[in-house]
T-cell receptor
């Protein structure tokens, strides 16, 4: 069965510092990969996605992620974090032919930002 | 504004009550979903509707009853719930296509069962 691992439960960074949130997925087929962000009390907002093509994808709010097949990873990065980025971040994966409902989420990484 | 609207945003109900959560999507999608998000747990898929037909029921207790009258509206009817059912219930939608589907979420309905 497909699975997603976000090894960091909680990360704290200073405002202006760079950020990298880790995500690893299982399974060997071509994955569709997503990052979502959830602010307190809110739903999930799509940050970016990878289906095919360029392995470095750009998203909203200055985020980017890089798909590395050899490492089964899809890490999220931002060069300079803003206080408003404090939220919980979820990585998710589905696979070609699996159907849209076969979207598996990681447990999330909570990001705190120090002023 | 995500294009997926959920009401009510907050709901408190007793264990003997009957209530419903409503979801409406304005994106022209053909698939709709209910997810449950509890503290300390990953998101759990509950139900999937594709072209108004239920295609997935992830062993959800019968006290949760979904209804999808058309591809824009989705309901979750609740009755005789338990305190452990207290959670954030998220509605989502997507356009089912072979090239990959992106799921868009609503803001969620916070449910507290007392």
């Amino acid at each position: 069965a497909q699975s997603v691992t976000q090894p960091d439960i909680h990360i704290t960074v200073s405002e202006g510092a760079s950020l990298e949130l880790r995500c690893n997925y299982s399974y060997g087929a071509t994955p569709y990969l997503f990052w979502y962000v959830q602010s307190p009390g809110q739903g999930l907002q799509l940050l970016l996605k990878y289906f095919s093509g360029d392995t470095l994808v750009q998203g909203i709010k200055g985020f980017e992620a890089e798909f590395k097949r050899s490492q089964s990873s899809f890490n999220l990065r931002k060069p300079s974090v803003h206080w408003s980025d404090a939220a919980e971040y979820f990585c998710a994966v589905s696979y070609s032919g699996a159907g849209s409902y076969q979207l598996t989420f990681g447990k999330g990484t909570k990001l705190s930002v120090i002023p | 504004e995500t294009g997926v609207t959920q009401t009510p945003r907050h709901l408190v109900m007793g264990m003997t009550n009957k209530k419903s959560l409503k979801c409406e999507q304005h994106l022209g999608h053909n698939a709709m979903y209910w997810y449950k998000q509890s503290a300390k747990k990953p998101l759990e898929l509950m139900f999937v509707y594709n072209f108004k037909e239920q295609t997935e029921n992830n062993s959800v207790p019968s006290r949760f009853s979904p209804e999808c009258p058309n591809s824009s509206h989705l309901f979750l009817h609740l009755h005789t719930l338990q305190p452990e059912d207290s959670a954030l219930y998220l509605c989502a939608s997507s356009q089912d296509s072979p090239g990959g589907n992106t799921i868009y979420f609503g803001e969620g309905s916070w449910l507290t069962v007392v």
